[in-house]
């Protein structure tokens, strides 16, 4: 099984940089995935990362190190519309996916 | 392009009755997923199919049951619905074996039971 752990709220403000970390323990590890979910929406994908290092996407990157079981979804620039929830999901060797419980962030004007 | 479709989108159910929720995905994927989402808890694993033909349970598989008869469509039945039942479902499906794997989600279903 998986066990995830994610913050639960984070605030920021407008233009600056927030990193969501996640640590897990798995049984057996196929890759990390972040998602975006605004309020009374469906999650939708971010990034995937199945090696160590640093996956970047625009003003998203996430990184992952598998020997300490830990990631983190670093967001830049920060807008209004980022304000959401991120969750961070292992997949295991049976490619069925586990999420923690998210962490809702608030950017502030 | 539809991708996935959930109905309904929200229900009141009074508790014991029997309820399915439709699933149809358009995106010729192997594999579809029934989570539920609820406050402080996330997304949880129902059930799944790895392809049609085929399920498997998922973390919280009690008072569910699902059926994948084709690829198309992956219909979850509530067979005497509980008020711990009350929750937001969400439908989703994914291409095993290929790429990133990433799930695509529905709009999900908004049930309560009273």
């Known amino acids: 099984g998986q066990n995830i752990d994610q913050p639960t709220e984070m605030t920021a403000t407008e233009g600056a940089i927030v990193q969501i970390n996640c640590t897990y323990q798995?049984?057996?590890?196929?890759?990390l995935f972040w998602y975006q979910q605004h309020a009374g929406e469906a999650p939708t994908f971010l990034s995937y990362n199945v090696l160590d290092g640093l996956e970047e996407k625009g003003r998203f990157s996430s990184f992952l190190s598998r020997s300490k079981g830990y990631s983190y979804l670093l967001l830049k620039e920060l807008q209004m519309k980022d304000s959401a929830s991120y969750l961070c999901a292992v997949r295991d060797s049976d490619y069925k996916l586990s999420f923690g419980a998210g962490t809702t962030v608030t950017v502030r004007a | 392009i539809a991708g996935i479709t959930q109905a309904p989108t929200s229900q009141i159910l009074a508790a014991g009755r029997r309820m399915t929720l439709r699933c149809t995905q358009d995106m010729r994927h192997n594999a579809m997923y029934w989570y539920r989402q609820d406050l402080g808890l996330g997304l949880r694993l129902i059930h799944y199919?790895?392809?049609?033909?085929?399920?498997g349970k998922g973390e919280v598989p009690d008072g569910y049951s699902v059926s994948r008869a084709n690829t198309d469509d992956f219909p979850l039945t509530l067979a005497s619905a509980v008020p711990s039942q009350t929750s937001v479902y969400f439908c989703a499906s994914s291409v095993e074996g290929a790429g990133t794997g990433e799930l695509f989600f529905g709009e999900g279903s908004r049930l309560t039971v009273l």
């Open positions: 798995t049984s057996g590890f196929n890759g």
């Open positions: 199919s790895n392809t049609a033909g085929t399920t």
